[in-house]
């Protein structure tokens, strides 16, 4: 089983660069550069849009995952009447 490498949001970038300014490095070029899969490699250049708007917006360039934002009202307030319940049963 091979180890599992994860690229920094700096990093994409950086790949995303070398594949499209006058290097036009290949994908099997990069994926040996940035010790990652062709696989991985591919799905950085489809998702290269996410990639630079989040660069861009000034995302922490350090982060490896997607931080996911979850704004549901329903979900909020069902928390906290469960919240409320559990402090009326005197349970802190």
């Keep these: 089983m091979s180890i599992r490498h994860d690229l920094t949001l700096q990093q994409k970038i950086e790949l995303i ?8 490095l290949s ?6 550069k ?16 996410e990639y630079l ?6 995302q922490n360039h350090n982060v490896k995952r ?5 704004n549901s009202r329903e979900l909020d307030e069902k928390v906290y009447e469960w919240f409320v ?5 005197n349970i802190p």
Excluded: E, M, P
Aim: charged letters at 20%.
């Design 17 to 24: 660069n070398d594949n499209r300014n006058g290097n036009g």
């Design 27 to 32: 994908q099997l070029t990069l994926a040996v």
């Design 34 to 49: 940035y010790n990652i899969s062709l696989g991985s490699v591919s799905n950085v250049l489809k998702r290269k849009a």
């Design 53 to 58: 708007d989040g660069y861009g917006a000034n």
């Design 66 to 70: 997607k931080i996911l934002h979850v």
């Design 85 to 89: 319940q559990q402090r009326s049963k």
